[in-house]
């Protein structure tokens, strides 16, 4: 039996031990945590627990977590939620919408919908440079040239690339164009566990799976006094922010994956092999381009692509030597089609439908990249006899 080398953490990574027991303690014990007895007391005090481990990885108060299905349903809850929020409050409606050009789907369909459904609602698409960069000075004339108060959506770091947005420069533009009248999301859910979160930020999007927790599992961090609305109505669950019966054995695996990933104690083996893969791959194909590579990006992940070379050939041929990396984002698997975001970046078409992205994670070994290399050096070999 083939063993399977797996290079794609950024769509999923494994779940690890300790969210494992997490979870299967939590199914064990039973109960919801919205009834009294002693087992729902004991359903409450695993989602309070997991609460207050996931607030120290974000760096807020337990009280700022709302649990969510995933990072899709957080990214839209920001979003719907913030404009239904301000409206209901009849307090600085929101007029103004901004999201890069290098969004997560999730932000991009839920910014679509708002534009057609939210009536004077202005959607704007910051654009990104050819490093996948959010390009601050035209960010700063489009919320120069309208009026009104605006949210803004903007990654963490890349799903796709790994690029690392400048929100300290972000941040910078919104206090000197946008005043009190700027509303500011994160979508942190890739930077979670391998950059620091030294930001802040009204919204922050969470999901558990990209960390080594559940899938089905995710958390929107919000301040205060940020407006919010629900999305799903019904129960008093989350403060009466987000309906619906616990998954208290995802939210405790949440927990438990957040308590380990926010020591960033990986982080570097992680840049190791990196580095190394990527110094192999340009042996193995000096013309091979790697995109982003200029900028500061996660230590965990690499975007490239081999010209001439189809992102959809390489998958396949590697699935079949026991190897896993992707293309582009999971979300978006199944459609063979260029990515967005390197779109975004002014990347040909052509080049753009060879992209890959390989991502490690807490359990990648120096012999995933063994077997990596030796499986693009096969098709390498295979794609110069064709070209003799």
Not at 94 to 113: G, K, M, N, P, Q
Not at 166 to 188: K, M, N, P, W, Y
Not at 295 to 308: E, I
Not at 357 to 376: K, N, Q
């Amino acid at each position: 039996m083939t063993t399977m080398h797996y290079l794609d953490h950024n769509a999923t990574s494994p779940l690890k031990a300790s969210a494992r027991a997490a979870m299967l303690t939590a199914l064990e014990a039973g109960g919801n945590a919205s009834s009294v007895h002693k087992p729902g007391r004991g359903a409450r005090a695993s989602i309070d627990d997991a609460r207050e481990r996931v607030a120290r990885l974000a760096g807020c108060g337990a009280s700022s977590v709302i649990f969510t299905s995933g990072g899709s349903e957080a990214n839209c809850l920001a979003l719907k939620g913030a404009i239904a929020g301000a409206l209901a409050a009849k307090d600085r409606i929101v007029t103004r919408l901004f999201i890069s050009a290098i969004e997560h789907e999730s932000v991009r369909a839920a910014a679509a919908a708002l534009a057609e459904t939210v009536p004077g609602l202005k959607l704007s698409t910051i654009p990104a440079t050819s490093d996948g960069l959010l390009d601050l000075g035209a960010f700063r004339l489009q919320l120069m040239q309208g009026k009104g108060r605006a949210l803004v959506s903007v990654m963490a770091a890349n799903n796709e690339t790994g690029v690392i947005q400048d929100l300290a420069g972000i941040s910078r533009v919104l206090e000197t164009e946008g005043g009190d009248d700027v509303l500011l999301h994160v979508d942190a859910v890739q930077a979670a566990g391998r950059i620091p979160m030294s930001f802040t930020a009204d919204y922050v999007t969470l999901s558990a799976h990209k960390i080594g927790g559940p899938q089905g599992a995710g958390a929107l961090i919000v301040k205060d006094e940020a407006p919010l609305a629900p999305l799903i109505h019904g129960g008093g669950q989350e403060s009466g922010r987000r309906a619906g019966t616990e998954n208290v054995a995802a939210i405790a695996g949440f927990g438990a994956a957040a308590e380990d990933a926010a020591d960033l104690t990986d982080v570097t083996r992680w840049m190791a092999l990196r580095d190394r893969f990527e110094t192999e791959l340009l042996r193995a194909a000096p013309d091979a381009v790697i995109f982003g590579q200029r900028a500061s990006r996660l230590p965990n992940t690499s975007n490239f692509a081999v010209p001439g070379l189809s992102a959809e050939t390489a998958l396949i041929a590697l699935d079949l030597d026991g190897v896993a990396i992707s293309s582009g984002s999971a979300c978006s698997s199944g459609k063979v089609k260029p990515s967005h975001v390197l779109a975004a970046m002014g990347v040909d078409d052509a080049l753009a439908r060879c992209g890959l992205r390989v991502s490690f994670g807490w359990s990648s070994r120096e012999e995933d990249v063994d077997a990596l290399i030796a499986g693009l050096r096969r098709l390498m070999a295979r794609r110069a006899a064709l070209a003799a």
